[in-house]
């Protein structure tokens, strides 16, 4: 009895800490499409383990570079996109 309490209250404890990748899919559908487009071009990253900024950024430049965007366009998208990335993290952000 007490290994399966304890394995309750593991698996209990450790619920907040998962991703919520459908919560976060559902955030970057109530963006603007240039957030959007941020969003699923640093997802991959987030979900690697690399940090919502550089992530953001890394997906940001290579829009910039090619003339897509302007670099205050990118800017506010990527602080629109950020908390729906945080929520796809594991941990939260």
Do not use: H, Y
Not at 57 to 67: D, K, L, Y
Request: charged share 15%; net charge positive; aromatic share 2%.
């Amino acid at each position: 009895m007490k290994a399966w309490t304890l394995a309750a209250a593991l698996i209990l404890t450790a619920t907040p800490a998962l991703a919520d990748r459908a919560g976060a899919e559902r955030c970057a559908a109530g963006l603007q499409p240039l957030g959007q487009q941020l969003f699923t071009r640093a997802l991959p990253g987030v979900l690697g383990g690399a940090s919502i900024p550089d992530a953001l950024r890394n997906a940001a430049v290579s829009m910039v570079m090619s003339g897509a965007i302007s670099r205050d366009a990118a800017r506010q998208a990527a602080e629109s996109a950020g908390p729906c990335l945080a929520m796809a993290r594991p941990g939260g952000g």
